[in-house]
C-alpha cells in the first residue's frame, strides 16, 4: 500500500460513513472508522456512530469484521476520521477497545478538541505502542464537525445567517414579503433546517409574516423556532446550556445586521434570483470584509452561495 494516497482514500471513506449519522449522532460528533488489512488492502470492518448512547463508530467497526478476520486485527490499520475517545461517557473508551483489539496502527484525521478527550486518546495509543498517524484530511475532518468544535470551544451554537435577494439586492418588495426562492431551493433550505437544532427570526419578521420555521417539504426534525428582539436578546449562554449547538438565522435586514455587525457568525448562505427585480424595497446586507466564499450552487435562476467567517 501507497500510505499517502491510501490514508487519504480510507479516511475519506471514514468521512463518507461518518454523514450518515448526522441526523441521530447529535450531540456526540459524526465519526467514522475503516479497518484495513495493509498487506492486501482490504477492509476488514466498517462502522460510523449511529446514534447518541450507542457504540461509537470503532465499536461498530470492529463489530463488523467476520470471525474469519478476526486473527487479522493484530496487523491492521484502524483509519478513523476523528480522535478515539479515551474516557468513560455513556459508552466505555474507545482507546482502550482498539488497544485491547491489538491494531498495528491507527490513522486518525483530526484531534478531538472536546475538553475530556484533548489528544488523551492519541497519547494512550501511544503509550500501548501503537503507531499512530495525525491529521490525515484533517481540515476535512474538522470542517465536518464544527458544530461540535465551535460549541465546545466558543459556549455558543455554530450560527449560519441565511436570507434571499432579488438580482438587484432587494430581500422584500416594497416592504411586502416576496417569493424569492424556487421550488427546489425551498426545499434545500427545509433540508437544512432538519440538519440545525434552532432557527431565529426577529420579531418584525415574526408579525409581518408568521414564518411557521418548520420542515415541511423535507424529512426531519423541526429545529426549536425563536424570535428576539431588543426586550429579548439573543442569550448565548442559555443556548449552550440547553446543547444548541447550531442556529439559523433567518430574520430581517435589521437582525441579520446585528450579527454581522457583532462579527457573530460563521456561515452565510445567500440566495439570489438572478431573473428577479424589484424597483424598490429593504436592502439586502452587504457581504462583510471577512465573508469568504467556499462553495456555491446554481438550480435554474437561483444561485446560493455560502461564505465563511475567515477574520
Same mark, same amino acid.
Request: hydrophobic letters at 35%; proline letters at 4%.
Given at each position: %500500500?501507497?500510505?499517502?494516497? +491510501?490514508?487519504?482514500?480510507? %479516511?475519506? @471513506?471514514?468521512?463518507?460513513?461518518?454523514?450518515?449519522? @448526522? $441526523?441521530?449522532?447529535?450531540?456526540?460528533p459524526m465519526v467514522g472508522a475503516v479497518i484495513v488489512d495493509p498487506s492486501t488492502g482490504r477492509i476488514l470492518g466498517e462502522g460510523y456512530h449511529v446514534r447518541c448512547g450507542e457504540g461509537h463508530?470503532? !465499536?461498530?467497526?470492529?463489530? =463488523? !469484521?467476520s470471525v474469519a478476520d478476526e486473527a487479522l486485527l493484530g496487523g491492521a490499520t484502524m483509519y478513523v476520521s476523528?480522535? /478515539?475517545?479515551? *474516557?468513560?461517557?455513556? #459508552? /466505555?473508551p474507545c482507546a482502550d477497545l482498539i488497544v485491547r483489539k491489538g491494531v498495528r496502527r491507527v490513522v486518525v484525521g483530526c484531534v478531538d478538541e472536546f475538553a475530556e478527550v484533548q489528544g488523551r486518546g492519541i497519547r494512550r495509543l501511544r503509550d500501548a505502542g501503537i503507531e499512530v498517524t495525525v491529521g490525515v484530511l484533517e481540515s476535512e475532518c474538522q470542517a465536518l464537525n464544527r458544530r461540535f468544535f465551535t460549541y465546545h470551544r466558543l459556549h455558543r451554537p455554530y450560527i449560519i445567517l441565511k436570507w434571499a435577494q432579488t438580482a438587484n439586492g432587494f430581500i422584500d418588495d416594497h416592504g411586502? /414579503? &416576496? $417569493?424569492? =426562492?424556487?421550488v427546489f431551493t425551498q426545499m434545500l433550505s427545509h433540508k437544512m433546517r432538519a440538519e440545525e437544532d434552532a432557527i431565529l427570526v426577529g420579531r418584525v419578521t415574526d408579525e409581518r409574516e408568521h414564518p $411557521?420555521? #418548520? !420542515?415541511? *417539504?423535507?424529512q426531519g426534525p423541526s429545529p426549536r423556532r425563536l424570535v428576539i428582539d431588543h426586550l429579548h436578546p439573543l442569550n448565548m449562554e442559555s443556548l449552550y446550556a440547553h446543547g444548541v449547538q447550531s442556529l439559523i438565522?433567518?430574520?430581517?435586514?435589521?437582525?441579520? &445586521?446585528?450579527?454581522?455587525? +457583532?462579527?457573530?457568525?460563521?456561515?452565510? @448562505? !445567500?440566495?439570489?434570483?438572478?431573473?428577479? #427585480?424589484?424597483s424598490e424595497g429593504t436592502r439586502a446586507p452587504l457581504l462583510p470584509a471577512t465573508a469568504v466564499i467556499c462553495r456555491r450552487e446554481q438550480y435554474g435562476d437561483n444561485l446560493i452561495m455560502w461564505f465563511a467567517n475567515k477574520p
Open positions: %500500500m501507497n500510505n499517502v494516497r +491510501d490514508d487519504e482514500r480510507f %479516511m475519506r @471513506r471514514c468521512l463518507q460513513l461518518a454523514r450518515c449519522g @448526522r $441526523q441521530n449522532a447529535k450531540p456526540n463508530a470503532e !465499536v461498530n467497526a470492529f463489530a =463488523s !469484521v476523528l480522535e /478515539p475517545c479515551s *474516557h468513560y461517557g455513556k #459508552t /466505555p411586502s /414579503p &416576496l $417569493q424569492i =426562492s424556487s $411557521q420555521l #418548520t !420542515v415541511r *417539504h423535507w438565522v433567518e430574520g430581517g435586514a435589521r437582525t441579520l &445586521l446585528s450579527f454581522l455587525d +457583532d462579527g457573530l457568525w460563521d456561515e452565510l @448562505r !445567500v440566495e439570489t434570483n438572478l431573473s428577479l #427585480t424589484v
